[in-house]
């Protein structure tokens, strides 16, 4: 008997209901690379997701809202994050300390260029809120001196 639990699969309609977007967001992510098809295909040619795509497709979807991010920009942080998963497998399968300093080095320099994108967005973040504390400052001066003007 076996340990594996399987994983339920949807078809596209139910993924994109699932996480909320439109099934040719999916495809389009599936063309991009962004969602490797492990989408199994039926017999009908139907897309079947697993309960991990699902998971996957979730997470791309939360760090595009949450950074902002262009697609260019969600493909190579999911790249990256592509690469560190090798690594980690990488790591379990090797014993040298050679080898896994090698490993190491390699995931600093995956971590540094995702953490370079997200204080990017974080600088630009900073700006828009100094921009918007600055015109609201300016509103609260404008309403003061029109208050004072009442008769």
């Known amino acids: 008997?076996?340990?594996?639990?399987?994983?339920?699969t949807y078809r596209i309609g139910e993924a994109a209901?699932?996480?909320?977007?439109?099934?040719?967001?999916?495809?389009?992510?599936?063309?991009?690379g962004?969602?490797?098809?492990?989408?199994?295909?039926?017999?009908?040619?139907?897309?079947?997701?697993?309960?991990?795509?699902?998971?996957?497709?979730?997470?791309?979807?939360?760090?595009?809202?949450?950074?902002?991010?262009?697609?260019?920009e969600l493909v190579g942080l999911a790249e990256a994050e592509e690469a560190r998963a090798a690594l980690r497998n990488q790591w379990e399968e090797t014993a040298?300390?050679?080898e896994r300093l090698d490993i190491v080095k390699a995931a600093t320099q995956l971590v540094e260029r995702q953490l370079e994108l997200v204080r990017g967005r974080q600088q630009?973040?900073?700006e828009f809120a100094d921009e918007l504390s600055e015109k609201l400052h300016s509103l609260h001066e404008r309403e003061r001196e029109l208050g004072r003007r009442r008769p």
Request: charged share 35%; hydrophobic share 35%.
């Open 96 to 98: 040298s300390d050679r």
């Open 1 to 8: 008997m076996s340990t594996q639990t399987e994983e339920r």
């Open 34 to 72: 962004l969602l490797r098809t492990t989408a199994l295909r039926t017999k009908g040619a139907h897309r079947l997701y697993t309960d991990s795509d699902i998971a996957r497709l979730q997470e791309l979807i939360r760090l595009r809202e949450l950074l902002g991010l262009s697609l260019e």
């Open 124 to 126: 630009k973040l900073s």
């Open 17 to 32: 209901e699932l996480v909320g977007v439109t099934t040719r967001t999916i495809r389009y992510y599936e063309e991009l």
